[in-house]
């Protein structure tokens, strides 16, 4: 079995910043990309940032100059670095994983963690 397990979410002001990180852990053959997405209150599903093996970060064009994420293949993390938070974040946030488990290394599967709280307010 697979998990992906977030922490670092919390409660922040508006302009600080916040770390969330995101380990996955199982029986994992290969991890194509990692990322986050985030639901926020009332809304659908969105893409915050996004890293594929051998490629470069992709954002949302809501986080874009603000979020970083950076990944360690060897300890199959991801973290995201939130910088200048707003209101408008605030949302549960979402690992996210595209990978192949050791009973089929050709099938790639997409995996999510159980999300965690990110609250920015005054």
């Known amino acids: 079995q697979v998990q992906l397990v977030e922490s670092g979410g919390g409660l922040v002001q508006p302009g600080e910043s916040l770390r969330l990180s995101c380990v996955a852990s199982?029986?994992?053959?290969?991890?194509?990309?990692m990322g986050w997405y985030r639901q926020p209150p009332g809304k659908q599903r969105e893409l915050v940032a996004s890293?594929?093996?051998?490629?470069?970060?992709q954002y949302g064009k809501e986080v874009k100059g603000r979020f970083t994420v950076s990944r360690d293949i060897a300890k199959n993390t991801v973290s995201l670095q939130m910088d200048s938070l707003k209101p408008e974040d605030t949302a549960v946030y979402y690992c996210?994983?595209?990978?192949?488990?050791?009973?089929?290394?050709?099938?790639?599967?997409?995996?999510w963690g159980q999300g965690t709280q990110v609250t920015v307010a005054s």
């Open positions: 199982g029986s994992i053959w290969s991890i194509q990309g």
């Open positions: 890293i594929a093996s051998g490629g470069s970060p």
């Open positions: 996210h994983a595209e990978l192949s488990t050791d009973d089929d290394p050709m099938y790639l599967r997409d995996f």
